[in-house]
């Protein structure tokens, strides 16, 4: 691509590189320039322009900014037609966006001319919902590289959610009062029906290890395809109340203690491949809090292993909740 000042009377076929005014018309940056641009243009007085010459292996704003944002483009998304070199990528779906960072990275780092802004990985998103936009900065790249970097690129993905039968937990303490207990019932049976699932059961039982236990495997027995324990006491170690009676209900505690503030006591484990999570105090606040990085994931399916529960830390410092005594 040739940037360059030209006499006017040699820019038919080149793009405008910005924008001029005559007394009768805009002629606007970017527009190839017809004969009838042209003559506005001497009308107006003006011998010279800044324009662009395309070269051989050159290819266009638009079609650059399409193809990359094609490629970037997987599943549950759909890419807007490329204006002034701009491609935008929408949710179709409801649910939960992966992007890989790492590739976003890397080509934001190419020197190719192309760039990309997104939203953060793993944020809940809706149909319409744009979730980045891809621009090409100058009027034309060059076409063999920009190829090869849609090539390389990991699309990004809307994971659905998908309605999950879910149950819950909730232990009982002496001296804790009930509304607590119906507050936390209503916050959380409410997080899950924003993500089209439900809350098909709750039961009470004493704050002991082997009474959770038997609840949770009553629970698998009768269908539960997620099940939610709410402690009346915060769980204070992997030998404690909640995270000993996944255990015990011969089921796999994966972790205890996540890097999420708040949401740090969040048990996560699986009986019989039925996902088991002890979920800490704050889940009672509507407030954002760790409890809203991971249920969206599990209604959507995806992975939500140790390692990528102890992966949260970068950016895992929620807002305080109400009910923290100390500020931080």
């Not at 007394?23 to 011998?47: H, N, S």
């Not at 079609?63 to 990359?68: I, K, Q």
């Not at 105090?281 to 954002?288: Q, T």
């Amino acid at each position: 691509m040739i940037f360059a000042e030209v006499p006017v009377d040699e820019a038919e076929g080149l793009i405008l590189a910005h924008a001029v005014r005559t007394p009768d018309r805009l002629v606007r940056k970017g527009a190839v320039l017809g004969p009838d641009d042209l003559a506005a243009l001497k009308q107006a007085g003006m011998g010279k322009i800044s324009a662009v010459r395309l070269e051989p292996g050159d290819m266009g704003e638009n079609a650059a900014a399409e193809m990359v944002a094609a490629s970037l483009a997987g599943k549950g998304l759909d890419v807007s037609t490329a204006h002034t070199g701009r491609s935008n990528i929408h949710a179709r779906i409801q649910g939960v966006c992966e992007i890989d960072r790492a590739a976003i990275d890397t080509l934001n780092r190419s020197d190719t001319g192309v760039l990309v802004s997104t939203i953060p990985p793993y944020e809940v998103v809706g149909p319409g919902q744009a979730v980045a936009t891809v621009k090409v900065i100058p009027y034309a790249v060059d076409e063999a590289a920009v190829r090869q970097l849609c090539a390389d690129l990991a699309p990004m993905t809307v994971h659905a959610f998908r309605p999950f039968r879910a149950c819950l937990i909730m232990t009982d303490v002496a001296g804790v009062k009930d509304t607590l207990a119906g507050k936390a019932m209503s916050v959380i049976a409410s997080r899950l029906e924003t993500h089209g699932s439900s809350l098909q059961w709750h039961v009470h039982v004493p704050h002991r290890r082997d009474d959770v236990a038997k609840a949770i495997e009553t629970m698998k027995a009768q269908g539960a395809e997620l099940i939610l324990i709410h402690g009346g006491a915060s769980a204070s170690d992997r030998a404690d109340v909640v995270p000993s009676a996944i255990e015990t209900a011969t089921g796999h505690l994966d972790v205890f203690g996540i890097p999420v503030d708040p949401g740090n006591l969040l048990a996560s484990g699986s009986v019989a491949g039925v996902p088991v999570i002890g979920l800490p105090g704050c889940a009672r606040s509507p407030r954002l809090n760790g409890v809203d990085l991971i249920l969206p994931r599990i209604l959507t399916g995806m992975d939500i292993s140790a390692d990528t529960l102890l992966g949260l830390g970068v950016g895992g410092l929620l807002s305080d909740i109400p009910e923290r005594p100390q500020p931080r």
